[in-house]
């Protein structure tokens, strides 16, 4: 077949500009909503650092998930291996165990818990869905078993001050989860594991041929997704000061969401991270922002799958453009 | 020039014309005054190089461009066709490559698709249905099962069906786009002989292909169109090959393939009793400098053959020596690539490049070992391969972050090369090096080959085109079922022993 006649040339039209930007301009949109409807409270210094509190765990999971998705999978086990990690670490602690120690093992949780992903899918052959859908479910009821289906509480006060303290008026929890998305988009972009990662969510067929290891590629993606949502895990049960067996199931729509809406933020509709940091902050910015209105949180839950939707939607406008 | 463009005489009725059409995009000149005029009931080649215009000509035939200016006409009289339904309903239909067929419903379906579903009060009237689906099969001489799921039917039945329902919207113009393009030797026959039935009842036939040895085979006239314009229209019974490649590529076609003569005595590659899925018990050598050409049909095994020595797929039995280095049984890509094999796959938009990638991404991929220390790769390493690959190649792009998915498809494989090249293999295994790329690109191509082989590297390559066999080769070797039938120097070649050893007919030519 003869290609394309005309060299396809990116357009410089507005509307393409604004749909090329469009999830940055509408996360500038919502802040400036917010900012118009509560400007005494909205862009302070405190409701910004909560924001920034209130992500922080979010992000972790989201860098996780993108991991995952730039090789071409998705994790839906993600928030369940947080909650179990979390749970773990709490379990432990309770029982005695020293601090490091215990997170040490709850973080080795959740990498054997990618590890056993990864092997289901990239070395047997389950498809992303079928496998993490089983491993959410059992993990789900490993983690009511640490937890006796109960609230761990009374967790020891240096192992809460993790997710509690502050440095410079700015909580922990936000440094950290900087550090990890940081060395995660380091990953990603200079290592040999992260251009494979990208060669392997491209085109698997291309990239074996190429003598990419697709298939170590896979695992080590859903590996490291495993320990990283486990330690978003640990930290979220220090700033909660405890720990439940569903207490980080949210987050794993969140982060898909959050995803989802980075692929808008570049032209070749892949995952990354510095989009997934934009779709974090507009969960963020919106549920801080209804809530600071006053709006109810299960409302919060339906408008945050419109905006799924909206952002599918939006990308897949933009690749008919192309 | 202009004389060859107005041969019409009034003793032809003239179905469907094209007057002066121009088409930009982005300030590109797509068409700048083409030309076309199919007459009722003849088979009408459209050729040119990739570039050259013929996809947009056929846009703008059946709705899908507006044209910035010109006319179509159509039975005497200007139309224009807002969109492709429009221009179905006046009876142009277009049958593209990707085949228009939904898989998961019956043939008969398929066929009615374009047609109000009889039906009485909601309920399909299968009856009404099937008769006038039959109708068209019979128009066409085909005895396919209605009732079947269209996704169960071979290739050449699916293009069946694709015909049918271009009959059923009571076409009078059908616009193929390399139609043979996934159609084994048979099946192309079959397909010609519908083609020459639907003709002889009036219908007009453009023919889009690169295969000219098809063209000379099929059709009645030809045109030729080069950046944008029409060259040439002329009956093909009055031209010739050569004459037609070099009108397509605006110069003497010349030497198409290089001189050989650079193969040495010195073994490269030694492959010994190797067996493997679709492959028994293959044993050969290829020399330094060499360019050894695979033929067989379809089928035969030849992609596997590469793809086992590529380390892609697994081998039972068997070794393979690079050199004097004997790879470990099934090696697997990367070790391959380590020891100097490397392959340029068959299918270049699922196999050989990620098309949203840019340009040095996808080089980079086979390169990561090169580009990287520690475990980390290095941005400036991958900018200086990428550099010298698309200087080497010539491959021309707006830039090196550019993706790969925009280049034209000769530029594309060049992308698979170099990327391969950038390895600097000691043996090259190539799987059909031009399909589908223009004349002037394939010409680049069998050169560099050629300079490769000067250089050392050792050329395998894989073709079912047997003039190309023939014309990149030093030696052949033909496959037939999983193995070699025969072998044979390009020097002393012709059509008919390779077919003979296409076909397994081992007769007095073979000497082991």
Known sequence: MSTTNAPAKPGRSLGRTLLQGGTVIALIALIAFFFAMRPDVFLSFTNVKNILFQVSILAIIASAQTVVMVVGDFDLSLGATSSLAGAVAAALMLGGVPMWTAISVAAGVGLLIGLANGFLIAYLRLSAFVATLATMTSVVGLAYLVTAGTTLFSLPEGFNNLGQGKFLNVPLPVYIAIVISLIIWGTLRFTTIGRSWHATGGNQEVARLSGVNVRRARLLAFTLAGLVSAIGGILLAARLGSASAVQGSDNMMFSVAAVFLGMTVIRSGMANLGGTMVGVTIIGVMSNGLNILGVNSYVQQVVTGLIIIAAVTLSSLKNRER | MNAALTTEDSSHTIALEARDIFKHFDGVHALSGAQLSVRKGEIHALLGENGAGKSTLVKVLTGLYTPDSGTIVQNGSDVEFANVRVANRAGIVALYQELSIIPSISVAENIMLGEQTPNRGGLVQWKTLRRGAQEQLDRLNQTIPLGKLAGELSPVQQTMVAFARALATNAQVLILDEPTASLTDTEIKDLFAVLRKLRDQGVAIVYVSHRLEEVFELCDRLTIMRNGETIITKNVADSNIDEVISTMVGRAAGELYPERGTATSTVALTVEKVDGRKVKDISFTAHKGEVLGIGGLAGS???????????????????????DKTLRPSPGVSRALEAGIAL?????????????????????????????????VSGSRIVDITRQGMLDLQIKARGQRQPVGELSGGNQQKVVLAKMLARKPKVLLMDEPTRGIDVGTKAEIYRLIRELAAGGTTVVAVSSELPELMGMSDRIIIMHEGQISGEVQASEATEEILLAYCYGKADSHVNN
């Open chain 2, 301 to 323: 095994g030849r992609s596997e053959l590469l793809r086992i020595l590529a380390g892609a797929q697994k081998h039972t039995a068997g070794t393979i020596t690079v050199g």
């Open chain 2, 344 to 376: 340029v796959p068959e299918e270049r938009r699922s196999q050989g490049v990620i098309l949203s990638a840019t340009i040095q991404d996808n080089i980079a991929l086979a390169n990561i070992p090169g580009v990287s220390s520690f475990g980390f």
